[in-house]
């Protein structure tokens, strides 16, 4: 029986790295019955500013979801898609390893970075509760609740002992968002008690930023708030050579979407440069999801070994080969990889 998985391809460089990522996972021999949804920003605005229930039906119904960035509009216009798929669908915790590949010649390459992003995926400033008081003066809500806090560091802590890790540090800004910054802690702490294998730290998110940039191998498993993830996720995408690589699941009690951290990359999209090693490392989170543990390794080793040969890498990390001839040599590498 092959399996469903919604796949959503999205706008901007996501139908193209969604076509290498099929292309990849359809190399390891795992069937897969694709339930291909379109949701692009045209799309949206067609149907009113509204993420369609075609979309919310299509992984309520396979359970699992393959995606692509989806252009969200600055400063107007409907709100993140991306935001919506989460709340809609509880995927309260989004998960971003973030790992250095072989042979990439990156500022950290002799640093060893291998850590974990959990972020809370449902509330926080991403409430989109936005108020103009009188003219120019404007409120943006925060909100944190006891519920979200202690299911999403539940979640990190299980999953850290799980994977075997041995430190957990909660990043949070508690010395001036006193009552909420210092609700999400207080749940971080309650949960670690239970751990007492794990390491467990606290730092502020402006220290945390610098700690990440001096000293990154010093990090294991970061659990955080929403909007901290966000920045975050960026700041350690950098440190490991850039958006192109790093993977993300966002994960809930029924279903899961995996997606890359990058947004739609207007700037190359079209092109056939874009970098599709970070979708594909979301589909091997996937795979795994599926309990595919077998290809989901052999996919991995294929990304990393297409590295390690370093000749077919795209141009954000270096390289001169298009999407395709990326794709083909990680799809060649799938075929040899045991
Ligand atoms: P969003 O707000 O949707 O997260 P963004 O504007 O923050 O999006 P991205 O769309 O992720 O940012 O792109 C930021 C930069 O990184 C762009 O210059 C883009 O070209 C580059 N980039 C992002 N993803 C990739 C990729 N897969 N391959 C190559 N370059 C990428």
């Not at 960026?234 to 050579?241: E, F, H, Q, S």
Request: aromatic content about 6%; some cysteine.
């Amino acid at each position: 029986m092959p399996y469903t998985v919604s796949l959503i391809p999205g706008d901007g460089i996501g139908p193209e790295v969604a076509e290498a990522a099929v292309r990849a996972v359809e190399a390891t021999g795992v069937l897969i019955k694709w339930d291909r949804v379109e949701l692009t920003r045209k799309v949206i605005e067609a149907s009113g500013g509204e993420v369609p229930q075609s979309v919310i039906d299509s992984v309520a119904r396979t359970h699992v979801g393959l995606k692509g960035p989806v252009t969200t509009p600055v400063a107007g216009g409907f709100q993140s898609v991306n935001v919506t798929l989460r709340k809609r669908l509880d995927l309260f915790a989004n998960v971003r390893p973030v790992r250095m590949l072989p042979g990439l010649k990156t500022r950290y390459r002799d640093t060893h970075i291998d850590l974990i992003i959990f972020r809370e995926n449902t509330e926080d400033l991403y409430a989109g509760l936005e108020h103009e008081v009188v003219k120019d003066v404007v409120t943006s809500l925060k909100v944190i609740t006891r519920k979200a806090s202690e299911r999403i560091a539940r979640y990190t802590f299980a999953q850290a002992r799980l994977l075997g890790r041995k430190k957990v540090t909660a990043v949070h800004k508690a010395n001036i968002m006193k009552l909420s910054d210092g609700l999400f802690l207080r749940c971080a702490r309650e949960v670690a008690r239970e751990y007492p294998e794990l390491e467990y730290k606290e730092l502020i998110v402006d220290n945390a930023s610098m700690q990440l940039v001096l000293r990154p191998e010093q990090f294991d498993v970061l659990l955080m708030p929403n909007l901290y993830g966000d920045i975050i996720s960026d700041l350690a995408a950098g440190l490991v050579g850039g958006l192109g690589l790093v993977p993300g699941a966002n994960i809930g009690e029924e279903h899961a979407v995996f997606e890359a951290v990058h947004g739609s990359a207007p700037d190359i999209a079209g092109k056939g440069i874009a970098n599709p090693t970070a979708l594909m490392q979301s589909s091997v989170l996937m795979l795994e999801h599926l309990r595919e543990q077998d290809a989901a390794r052999r996919l991995q080793a294929a990304i990393e070994r297409t590295y390690a040969e370093g000749k077919h890498l795209t141009l954000d990390v270096g390289g001169a080969a298009s999407t395709e001839q990326f794709t083909d040599a990680v799809v060649g590498a799938v075929a040899v990889s045991h």
